[in-house]
């Protein structure tokens, strides 16, 4: 139905052409939406700002669940309950995510974001009045907080926001694989003097690199139909991806909206393909 509403017009607000305002196969348009929507600036940007949220999440995501699980895979002390604790904030709801982000922790007055720089002020303001180190810190600026809202900054918020609710995603996925790592090529490795950085880079890496793929596909796809975030964040100020700007289309131009579907489908899967190939080369080297 998308593909069909994407060759026709379909306006729902068209006064002018009241025609427009029901899909038919009359309002046949080819290549017509296709082309409108490749010709706005506002398109480009949102698919900029889609791959920048995307491959910055998959980035920080695929770290932090490396390093995580390699900690974690060790026997510690209360091991089962920190596991749990890492793996809660997958569960929370995205909305509730992104108002707990934005107002308990980055808002620059009433967040910790707030308190930490004023914290920080008052810090340095102290040591100011120290007998050696005083002329030292006199040089420091003031401490302003961060406006996450902003249009310049408000995708970074995304970014922090998504990469703290998936990254147990990934934990949990890697630590998994972990479990399953050959001991007796490690055992061998460090009998023949390997340091903990090669038995890493030509063991475990390798091990990882089909449970990472599998990280970087799924969470590819998710990522690209962010959408609660950006929409409690800013409302899309400066940090508009493609579901954001379908969903302002399709207030009225339905045919627009669908056309811009089929490029964020046709952009997903380019994505996929080049991320996972990527990927599988680099780690299978």
């Known amino acids: 139905m998308t593909l069909f509403f994407s060759f026709i017009r379909y306006v729902l607000a068209s006064t002018n052409r009241p025609e427009w305002t029901s899909p038919s196969i009359s309002n046949w348009r080819g290549f017509g939406n296709y082309q409108y929507v490749w010709n706005q600036d506002s398109f480009w940007l949102a698919i900029q700002n889609s791959l920048l949220i995307v491959c910055s999440i998959l980035f920080l995501t695929v770290i932090l669940g490396v390093a995580i699980a390699i900690l974690i895979n060790r026997t510690f002390p209360g091991r089962g309950i920190v596991r749990v604790l890492l793996i809660s904030p997958f569960f929370v709801m995205p909305a509730v995510n ?70 147990p995603f990934a934990v949990l996925i890697l630590m998994t694989s972990l479990q399953s790592e050959d ?16 038995q890493f880079r030509f063991l475990t890496l390798p091990h990882l690199a089909r449970p990472i793929a599998i990280v970087v ?30 969903g302002e289309l399709v207030n009225n131009n339905i045919g627009a909206a669908s056309a811009t579907g089929i490029f964020a489908v046709i952009l997903a899967n380019i994505v996929a393909i080049f991320l996972l190939r990527m990927l599988g080369k680099t780690l299978m080297e």
């Open 98 to 167: 992104a108002v707990l982000w934005i107002n308990m922790l980055l808002d620059p007055v009433l967040g910790l974001q707030g308190a930490a720089v004023a914290g920080a002020n008052d810090l340095v303001a102290l040591l100011r009045d120290a007998p050696v180190v005083g002329s030292f810190f006199s040089l420091w600026p003031q401490f302003e907080p961060i406006s996450f809202r902003a249009t310049q900054t408000s995708a970074y918020a995304v970014i922090m926001m998504v990469t703290w609710q998936w990254t």
């Open 217 to 246: 596909m799924i969470q590819a796809i998710f990522h690209l139909s962010l959408y609660a975030e950006i929409e409690i964040v800013s409302r899309g100020n400066g940090n508009k991806n493609l579901p954001y700007y379908i």
């Open 183 to 198: 001991q007796q090529q490690k055992e061998a490795a460090i009998l023949d003097g390997a340091s903990r950085w090669s």
